[in-house]
């Protein structure tokens, strides 16, 4: 469902000898352990644009800084989160509230239960809804939330959900900046398919030079804030009306920093925000 809130390098060929060849590949070997490669300087890549990349074949671009208009206009896209699901009304949600935060509207188009791999209650997986978007909204702004919906799906088939629902995303919007908010834990500690989620969606936005903003990496929910945040009774461990109101702060504050800060590294901000 989607609500609409305002306020608005070449290298030239030599022979080597074999132990020659041998010695330059465990040299190179170490390097990478080492981390002496530097990772925030874009490195070609051969794969096809959109493709799912494997271990060999992934690289990092570094984004570049966020710049938006002075009254955006942001698709908020996402789950339960973004439907604003345990808020006093669905409106008071986080996607809602940032609009008033960056002084500009915000779409937002959260199905609850929803993610790359599953159906939710009131519409199907992010794919099919992604194709069911009015190409006229025209956003500056793309922000795709989550989700934990799909740590019961295993990771078989994951990362190309998750490849192709973002290569419809931008070819919809072509000129609007994406970045990837990954998701919030709704329980402590971290789940192990929860972070594998949080690993994956950092380790594909690095690819394409999106921002990832990892709520999980930054902190945002921990055990001494969690009950503040987190309604785990009524909300069924969703964001209270505070909550929503806290995450937006953290949004806003997160996007901030990506228009601000120097790029250092591809992937992400280097700054976490204070609790």
């Known amino acids: 469902m989607i609500y609409s809130h305002a306020m608005k390098a070449a290298s030239t060929r030599h022979s080597l000898p074999v132990a020659g060849l041998v010695v330059a590949v465990v040299l190179a070997v170490a390097a990478v352990v080492l981390g002496v490669w530097r990772p ?6 051969t794969a096809p644009v959109g493709a799912a990349a494997t271990d060999e074949e992934a690289v990092e671009i570094a984004p570049v800084p966020l710049l938006l208009p002075e009254h955006p206009t942001v698709l908020v896209f996402g789950d339960s989160w973004t439907y604003g699901s345990a808020a006093t009304e669905p409106t008071l949600g986080y996607a809602y509230v ?5 002084g500009g509207e915000t779409i937002v188009n959260g199905v609850r239960g929803s993610g790359y791999l599953k159906p939710g209650l009131d519409g199907p997986a992010f794919g099919e809804r992604i194709a069911a978007l009015d190409p006229a909204l025209s956003p500056d702004l793309i922000i795709m939330q989550g989700s934990i919906n799909d740590r019961a799906q295993g990771e078989a088939g994951y990362r190309g959900a998750v490849t192709a629902a973002w290569d419809a995303m931008s070819a919809k919007y072509p000129e609007a900046t994406i970045v990837i908010l990954g998701p919030a834990p709704h329980e402590l500690p971290v789940g192990a398919e929860t972070a594998r989620i949080d690993t994956d969606l950092g380790a594909l936005a690095a690819a394409r030079g999106w921002w990832y903003i990892s709520p999980i990496a930054q902190d945002w929910i921990t055990e001494q804030n969690y ?9 069924r461990k969703h964001p209270s009306t505070d909550g929503h109101r806290y995450l937006a702060e953290k949004l806003a504050a997160a996007l901030a920093e990506l228009g601000d800060a120097p790029v250092t590294e591809a992937g992400g901000s280097e700054t976490t925000p204070e609790q």
Do not use: H, K, N, R
């Open 40 to 45: 925030w300087v874009p490195v070609p890549s």
């Open 98 to 102: 940032l609009a008033d935060l960056l």
């Open 227 to 235: 009950l503040a945040v987190i309604d785990v009774e009524v909300g």
